[in-house]
């Protein structure tokens, strides 16, 4: 159980565990006292999208690995930096010919995939004459120069991909975010610039409104925190807030009973929070907003609790951040309303960049509309020409039928004698 879920939850939490010999211990929890407690089937529990491009292939590959014994005995005993640092990547030499088999078969149908893609990509910008195969470079979770052939060193390639792209994800998701929120204003003012004065000011004024009514919110705890946790116990699980046990708590929030609360299991903590900040029936409630603070908060209580780093709280980990004074008092917890995204500077720099790119664009429309009105004089062209031949061709039917109506007899003269 643990290995597979320390390698996929390093990965960003890609499966649930699978060793059914390590059982998790029981709650020890009157579960008359939750309201509509239903079991917990693991079994059914789909694996997140990482967000990676080969995020099919590299279920996949775990999917086949995870048959063969004598390697899944090894992962169980593996550590993180086993894992990163590609020294059991080695045992695949061990796996049985079937598995590795299977595992060829994958890696010929994502090369195979890869390469459709870059024709794909390739084709639309019209180019020919590239060396398909020599493009394949820039895929780094695989062993471009063996397209046939699933080694030690694909696995090795796949798994420090997977941690790097992944270690850059939230990264990424906060830049988008950020831009997100610069093309809203950025479209709001241009859409001022289109009014009158008095509607500018009648839709400054509203704009305004829905600004104080988001931030007119109850108290948002400090997540994490005991008062946070409580609430979650008491308002979600429905239990005595009076009988609040952290051990307790992390075994029933652990859903798949792996003995880790992995980033998707924390950030359900949140819900709550969030229900006070944000509903998508109000107008001035944004829910892209509401899955950027779900993201800060899971990266605050990781940066908390997390003591290791490896994107997983264990129960021992869990338990040692609820002794902490931050845990019983926390710092207020400041809402993305309480905060400036981006500062003018950084917004005159995207319009500018948004500008060049709405230039370029019209370039590209302006020649793709010389080039439609080119080919639409070709046709015209091509359609006169084909009204002339056909034309012509009428002429000489027309002029044969003629002939074949009125023969000569010999000597030059008509047969038909004209009437005296």
């Known amino acids: 159980m643990k290995w597979r879920t320390i390698l996929l939850q390093y990965c960003f939490l890609l499966v649930t565990c699978i060793l059914t010999t390590l059982e998790a211990v029981p709650i020890d929890i009157d579960k008359t006292k939750v309201e509509n407690a239903q079991p917990v089937d693991s079994a059914k529990i789909e694996p997140p999208d990482t967000g990676l491009y080969y995020d099919e292939y590299l279920k996949q590959v775990i999917d086949v690995l995870e048959t063969d014994n004598h390697f899944r005995e090894k992962l169980q005993k593996a550590d993180i930096e086993e894992i990163k640092?590609?020294?059991?990547?080695?045992?695949?030499?061990l796996v049985s010919h079937h598995v590795r088999t299977k595992l060829d078969e994958l890696k010929r149908q994502e090369v195979a995939r890869l390469r459709m893609l870059i024709k794909a990509k390739l084709d639309s910008l019209q180019d020919t004459g590239i060396d398909h195969h020599a493009l394949l470079k820039q895929f780094d979770h695989l062993n471009h120069l063996n397209p046939e052939k699933f080694e030690s060193t694909d696995l090795d390639m796949l798994i420090k991909a997977a941690t790097s792209d992944l270690e850059h994800y939230d990264k990424a998701r906060h830049e988008e975010f950020k831009k997100y929120e610069m093309m809203k204003e950025h479209e709001r003012r241009e859409y001022l610039k289109t009014l009158n004065e008095e509607k500018r000011k009648e839709e400054e004024s509203k704009f305004e409104e829905m600004k104080r009514k988001h931030e007119n919110h109850p108290k948002v705890n400090h997540p994490g925190s005991k008062d946070q946790l409580k609430e979650v116990w008491e308002e979600a699980d429905g239990l005595d807030p009076n009988d609040f046990d952290p051990k307790t708590f992390f075994k029933l929030h652990d859903v798949n009973s792996d003995g880790f609360l992995d980033e998707q299991e924390l950030e359900a903590l949140f819900t709550k929070e969030l229900e006070k900040v944000y509903d998508p029936k109000n107008e001035e409630d944004d829910m892209v907003e509401m899955e950027e603070e779900r993201l800060r908060m899971r990266e605050h209580v990781m940066n908390e609790v997390d003591t290791n780093k490896d994107r997983l709280v264990t129960l021992?980990?869990?338990?040692?951040?609820?002794?902490?004074?931050?845990?019983?008092?926390?710092?207020?917890?400041?809402?993305?309303?309480?905060?400036?995204?981006?500062t003018e500077e950084e917004l005159k720099e995207y319009e500018n960049i948004i500008s060049i790119q709405e230039t370029e664009l019209k370039k590209k429309a302006d020649e793709l509309q010389k080039q439609k009105e080119e080919l639409q004089r070709q046709h015209d062209q091509l359609e006169a020409q084909k009204l002339e031949y056909h034309q012509v061709l009428q002429q000489m039917e027309q002029k044969k039928l003629q002939q074949e109506i009125s023969p000569s007899v010999p000597g030059g003269e008509s047969k038909i004698q004209p009437r005296m």
């Not at 020294?87 to 695949?92: C, F, I, M, N, Y």
């Open 85 to 93: 640092s590609g020294r059991l990547s080695k045992e695949l030499d």
């Open 316 to 342: 021992e980990e869990f338990l040692k951040a609820t002794e902490k004074k931050e845990f019983l008092e926390p710092d207020s917890w400041e809402t993305l309303d309480q905060q400036q995204f981006f």
